[in-house]
Structures are given as C-alpha cells and as structure tokens.
C-alpha cells in the first residue's frame, strides 16, 4: 500500500515542512491532497515520472519531488495557521483509470 | 467547472438495512469517471466503486452499488445490509479524462454515515 510519514506534526507559523510518501511498488503516479477539518480533500498536484503534471490552486510554496524509488515529497515553506489539514498522497499506476491508492495521511497542525 | 455535491453532512441507518448516499456532479467533459471512497477515522481513503461515464451497466463491487442516472447527472451510492463497520465519512468523487490530464480528482464535501445496533 501507500504509507506516509510522519502521522501527525506540528510546526510553528513561518517554519517550512517536509512530508513522505512511499507508493505502492510499481506506482509510477503520485497525487498530494489537503484535507481540511470537515472537508473534502482538495488536489494539490500530481507527479508522473518525477515531473509534475497536473497543479490544483496552490501557491508556489507547496512544492513536491517525486523520486525513482517510488517515494515523494511534499514540501510546503513559510506555513500559515490555514495549512493546518490532513495531507494525503495517493499513488497509482501509470495514467489509468483505476488504482488510485492512498495513505493515511498526514495531519499537520500549525501553531 | 467540475463540482461535486453531497448535500447529506450525516445519515443514520439501522444495522442490515440499506441506506443511499447521494451524489450530484457537473462537468462539461463528454468522458469522466466517478468515485466513492470511505474514510474511517483513521483517515485513509478507501476506494469502494467506479463508474465511467460510458459504462452501460451500473457498478456493483459485493455491497455497494452505484445507481447512475446520467441525464440528472447523479451517482449515488447504495449500500445493502449496513454493518456497523460501515460507519465513516463517505466521499463522492470524479475525475474528467478529456480535459485533464493531470489526473485531479474532484471531491465532494461526505457523508457521515453512522450505523445504529
């Protein structure tokens, strides 16, 4: 399956954050989404062969890496007490239809 | 603009009856696939159905079906004989396959189904 790290952060207003994903062995497509509190998750872009692809309304300081190794980072600079939300990244194989598996996500709090 | 609607926030069902959730979506692209998840507490996504929007046939995957009413542009989800490990946040999904290319999945706002002994 899809697992992430860490669980749960928390991180102070300004700071910057690193969040990992592991996909799912032969995973080639990565998707981060931000989950707010009694929200649906919301897309912050997709990588497929470590280039991304596919971008939601996120501003720049949400970035990403994918790496050969089927892991991927989510990276968000100078956080802001609205970044508080559970960030989930789902994986899948190629640009198919099916398969999109996700994580348990990350719930990262801003103080 | 793509948009999914859940206009249910919670629903109760009695444990082994059945219970629909609902699902409204908009999309101008002629080809698009539709989701249901299931979020338990543990906050996982769990994929339960799909449905493309060509398929003839409504999806079915063991208790679960989807219930496709193209022209209303609805997908709501049945689920038949509720357990009580049924009860979590249900997500209605959708994805459009012409026009994006990114791979953006759609979400709707849930469902909080909870399922009574």
């Known amino acids: 399956g899809v697992t992430q790290s860490p669980t749960h952060l928390i991180k102070t207003r300004g700071q910057q954050v690193t969040l990992r994903c592991s996909s799912q062995s032969g995973h080639n497509t990565v998707s981060w989404y931000q989950q707010a509190l009694g929200q649906g998750p919301q897309f912050i872009f997709q990588?497929?062969?470590?280039?991304?692809?596919g971008r939601g309304n996120f501003p720049p300081r949400f970035s990403g890496l994918q790496f050969p190794n089927d892991s991927s980072e989510l990276n968000v600079n100078a956080l802001e007490l609205d970044d508080s939300a559970l960030y989930l990244c789902a994986s899948r194989s190629g640009q198919g239809i099916y398969g999109y598996t996700f994580g348990s996500g990350t719930r990262l709090t801003v103080v | 603009a793509q948009k999914i609607t859940q206009t249910q926030p919670g629903m109760f069902v009695q444990e082994k009856e059945a219970v629909t959730l609902d699902c409204t979506y908009d999309?101008?692209?002629?080809?698009?696939?539709l989701f249901w998840y299931k979020q338990p507490s543990s906050g996982e996504m769990i994929f339960l159905i799909y449905q493309g929007s060509y398929d003839q046939q409504n999806a079915t995957e063991g208790r679960y079906s989807l219930n496709f009413q193209k022209a209303r542009k609805s997908a709501n989800l049945v689920i038949s004989a509720s357990q009580l490990g049924d009860s979590a946040m249900y997500f209605c999904?959708?994805?459009?396959?012409?026009?994006?290319?990114?791979?953006?999945?759609?979400f709707g706002q849930g469902t909080e189904l909870s399922v009574k002994p």
């Open positions: 990588y497929y062969r470590e280039e991304e692809n």
């Open positions: 999309t101008s692209d002629p080809s698009y696939g």
């Open positions: 999904a959708m994805r459009d396959l012409i026009y994006n290319q990114g791979g953006k999945l759609i």
